[in-house]
């Protein structure tokens, strides 16, 4: 089990209820997806208050997510009774029962909520789920350069902190940071077709902290 029960713990406080679709997932998505219509197949990992729905509802798409805090995906469920069925709660680093063939894997800072070897088993999981030439879109991959990779502890390997007490990280389990070269190795099976590393440094308040990760596009290969 991978899944920290702290996600549990922060959506039963009401906390982390991001609603509205990322800004990163629809630009990435209808630049690399063009093609993504009703006859297509999409898996959201780690799909949390379902902010990215609504764009792929939108997209007219077969929608599918895997979540592990049963509180935010029973009131999923409850607020959009058709993908009842398509809304799973359970561990996406584990054997998933989802029918291979996927058009697009998604995830938005749900990967790297966990430690390295999980991140891996989910990634070749993810390879056997996509069709030949499907996406892997993944949209805040946090970078090492983040001002909040010096805070918490250290994990299970080098790029995993844990026990964050303060920053927007703090209680919410393992947290998951990449540079370029260990992307390239995590995606060593995939063609890499975008990899962007955005970084923003506040000045008010002015602490100076560093907001920083990756942006990446992976595809499996053709043939
Ligand atoms: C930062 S939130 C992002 C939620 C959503 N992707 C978004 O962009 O609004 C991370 C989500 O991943 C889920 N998560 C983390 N690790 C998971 C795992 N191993 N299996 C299933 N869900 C997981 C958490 O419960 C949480 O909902």
Redesign the pocket.
């Known amino acids: 089990m991978?899944?920290?029960n702290e996600?549990e713990q922060r959506y039963a406080e009401n906390t982390?209820l991001?609603v509205w679709p990322?800004s990163d997932v629809v630009s990435l998505t209808r630049r690399h997806c063009r093609d993504l219509g009703a006859h297509s197949r999409v898996l959201?990992l780690?799909?949390?208050?379902g902010?990215?729905i609504p764009f792929f509802q939108a997209l007219g798409v077969d929608y599918y997510a895997?979540?592990?805090?049963p509180t935010?995906a029973a009131k999923l469920r409850e607020r959009l009774p058709q993908l009842a069925s398509n809304i799973v709660t359970?561990?996406?680093?584990q054997p998933w029962d989802f029918a291979p063939g996927f058009d697009l894997v998604i995830d938005?800072?749900?990967l790297t909520?966990?430690g390295g070897q999980?991140i891996r088993r989910c990634l070749r999981q993810v390879y056997d789920a996509l069709r030949p030439g499907g996406f892997f879109i993944g949209v805040d991959w946090y970078s090492t350069l983040h001002s909040d990779y010096a805070l918490g502890e250290e994990g299970e390997d080098r790029y995993t902190r844990k026990a964050f007490t303060t920053g927007s990280f703090a209680n919410t389990g393992n947290v998951h940071f990449s540079d370029q070269a260990h992307l390239r190795e995590l995606f060593g099976d995939f063609q890499l077709l975008a990899l962007e590393e955005k970084q923003s440094q506040r000045h008010e308040p002015a602490d100076h902290h560093r907001f920083a990760s990756w942006l990446l596009v992976a595809r499996k290969p053709l043939g």
Do not use: L
Request: charged share 15%; hydrophobic share 35%.
């Open positions: 991978s899944f920290s996600w982390h991001s990322w959201e780690g799909c949390g208050a902010a990215n895997i979540e592990g805090s935010i359970g561990d996406f680093t938005r800072a749900s909520c966990n999980a």
